[in-house]
């Protein structure tokens, strides 16, 4: 892509120990922010912005005089300074602009390197609450259990009400080895659930390439870091020398990553030069970004997609859609379509906002916050009941006669197991003590039917194990059938 003298840098943050979703950064010489910023400053409207705040100035500092004068209590200027400017951020109720205390400004960096240290998960405020985008393979979050659309409601007996995402985040992170007791309301589920994650260094493999069987080929991308592109091409390279007939884009639970690497690898896909996205800033003025590629590839393409897809994956997902007319397949994606960037102070702090959308390429906004709500697909897939089931965390035995959401959720990983237990409310009856009992008998345990802690172990990893063979993705088999056909 020719930034034309624009440097433009997209980032979503992919740990709990870091941001809320996406953010792209619009920065450098003659970049979009210089312009906003060059434009308050010397044009009418700057004047008039500077007309205004100098009505307010006199009452912002009666506030601070009578707050120093007169508050019981020792307080200090930065105290007060940067409880300013974060009931300002916050006043604009807007879930991707913050102030960040030169700690979590730190803390923010640290994310946009290769590993760290968390859960691994991707997560944002919602409607006030700490939301699960999607953890990443592989993670600790994702072993536990958590699921895209989680709310995070307490970590360790602390309650995030009413914190910003960054003073909620810095609840979450802590270091390797350590326990987050996370209590999560998941939507569809009655009960308050506890699921508690292991903290660990987490590596980021961007990219994974394979030939399936039919020449059908399956590129996952997990995040769009600084070399994803390049080892998109290559790996997209080695399958059409092994004769490629169809190809997979598997996005799914990929929360964003850098824009310059999203826009090469639309470089390599979206054919006849064809536009990608769009950006639009206040005003209504637009910049268009259109591909590099001349001709179409050979092959039909489908693109795996769901709620846990988010910011550069919806880039990457509506620009093959609207643009090359590839399928989309799977569930909507989370709906994230507005640009951000920062401003740093002398302090290290520093000030993320909003200051524009971006666009598909048929001018759609896709944003939750106001926009289309995600980008549909045009292969619907729902997902099997067993893909919301959390392997239970066991203290004490489940056995004969227990009615809990445990036993619920132990119930739906046999059935998906074969094991049959003949129902999956949460009541352990006696067909699901021989499902317990045909399980433990399998793995080598005792067979008592009833499930303690190590059993419990065994059937999480047998799960996962599960989710992860390509024959039991319903998702990715619907989209083989479709490739097959065309």
């Known amino acids: 892509m020719n930034f034309k003298g624009k440097t433009v840098v997209f980032i979503a943050v992919i740990a709990m120990i870091l941001s809320s979703l996406g953010t792209i950064w619009v920065v450098g010489d003659g970049g979009l922010i210089d312009q906003l910023e060059m434009g308050t400053l010397f044009s009418p409207e ?7 705040f100098k009505t307010h100035e006199e009452k912002l500092k009666q506030a601070y005089q009578t707050i120093k004068s007169s508050y019981l209590h020792k307080v200090n200027d930065e105290q007060l300074i940067d409880g300013a ?15 960040m205390s030169p700690k979590q400004a730190i803390q923010f960096q640290q994310g946009l390197e290769s590993s760290f240290t968390g859960i691994g998960a991707e997560v944002t405020l919602k409607n ?29 007996g602390i309650s995030l009400e009413g914190m910003d995402i960054h003073e909620a985040v810095s609840k979450i992170r802590g270091p390797k080895g350590t326990k987050a007791r996370l209590q999560i309301a998941r939507p569809g ?25 039919g020449h059908i080929g399956r590129i996952t991308l997990t995040q769009f870091s600084e070399n994803t592109a ?23 639970g990929n929360p964003g990553g850098l824009l310059p690497s999203v826009l090469d690898i639309c470089d390599q896909l979206v054919p006849d ?3 990608v996205l769009m950006t639009e800033d206040k005003s209504g ?18 693109v795996l997609i769901d709620k846990g897809s988010a910011s550069a994956s919806e880039i990457l997902a509506a620009a093959l859609q609207e643009s090359g007319n590839y399928a989309l397949v799977g569930e909507t994606t989370f709906g994230k379509g507005t640009v951000q960037t920062t401003k740093s102070f002398k302090d290290g702090s520093n000030v993320k906002i909003t200051i524009a959308k971006w666009l598909t390429p048929k001018g759609n906004w896709i944003d939750q916050h106001g926009g289309t709500k995600g980008i549909k697909p045009d292969i619907p897939v729902d997902k099997p009941a067993y893909m919301n089931a959390i392997p239970p965390q066991v203290k004490e035995p489940l056995q004969r006669d227990d009615n809990l959401t445990e036993v619920k959720n132990m119930q739906l990983i046999l059935d998906a197991l074969g094991y049959h237990p003949g129902r999956t409310d949460g009541y352990f009856d006696s067909q ?40 039991n993705d319903i998702t990715l088999q619907v989209a083989i059938q479709y490739l097959k056909k065309k």
């Open 46 to 52: 700057g004047a008039r912005q500077a007309a205004e």
């Open 85 to 99: 400017i974060k009931g300002m951020i916050e006043s604009l109720g807007d879930p991707y602009s913050a102030y």
């Open 128 to 156: 006030g609450r700490v939301t699960i985008i999607s953890p990443i393979k592989d993670s600790p979050a994702e072993k536990a259990g958590l699921r895209s659309g989680d709310q995070v409601l307490k970590v360790n």
């Open 189 to 213: 589920v009655r009960d308050i659930l506890t699921i508690t994650v292991v903290r660990d260094e987490i590596s980021l493999q961007t990219v994974e390439a394979a030939m399936m069987s």
């Open 230 to 252: 390049e080892d998109f091409a290559r790996g997209l390279k080695k399958l059409e020398s092994q004769g490629l007939e169809g190809l997979i884009i598997d996005v799914r």
């Open 273 to 275: 030069k064809q536009k």
């Open 285 to 302: 003025s637009r910049s268009v970004f259109n591909s590099k590629l001349e001709g179409k590839k050979p092959y039909p393409i489908a």
């Open 432 to 471: 699901t003590e021989q499902a317990v009992k045909a399980f433990q008998k399998k793995e080598g345990f005792a067979a008592t039917g009833k499930l303690d802690a190590k059993a419990a172990e065994v059937l999480r990893e047998a799960f996962i194990s599960f989710l992860r063979e390509p024959g």
